[in-house]
């Protein structure tokens, strides 16, 4: 539930690479994990995590994707956008 948030192409295009890097073309499932976070803005955004497997257990923190993107966005607060490649909130892509 919650609100929808209007995101800039720019934040989708990161978003979209972000998914790629972590599922690579010729792999027919996620290999990764990983968080992205966006501001509330839909301008900035940050992310964290490991392509193909390689997070180490307990290291893979989602506050860290939000800290990232709350350094971006200057002063604009950060919310968890996605989970590996699921999204958490409501949104629409709109013009930059």
């Excluded at 972000?18 to 027919?28: G, N, Q």
């Excluded at 940050?46 to 497997?53: D, E, F, P, R």
């Excluded at 709350?70 to 956008?81: A, H, T, Y």
């Amino acid at each position: 539930g919650g609100e929808q948030i209007a995101i800039t192409h720019f934040t989708w295009k990161a978003f979209e690479n972000y998914r790629f890097w972590m599922t690579p073309i010729a792999w027919h499932k996620p290999m990764g994990e990983g968080y992205f976070a966006v501001a509330k803005d839909g301008r900035s955004w940050g992310l964290t995590g490991c392509s193909a497997n390689t997070c180490e257990a307990g290291t893979l923190d989602s506050n860290k994707a939000i800290e990232i993107c709350q350094s971006r966005s200057g002063g604009v607060p950060c919310i968890l956008f996605a989970h590996n490649e699921d999204t958490l909130v409501p949104y629409k892509v709109v013009e930059d």
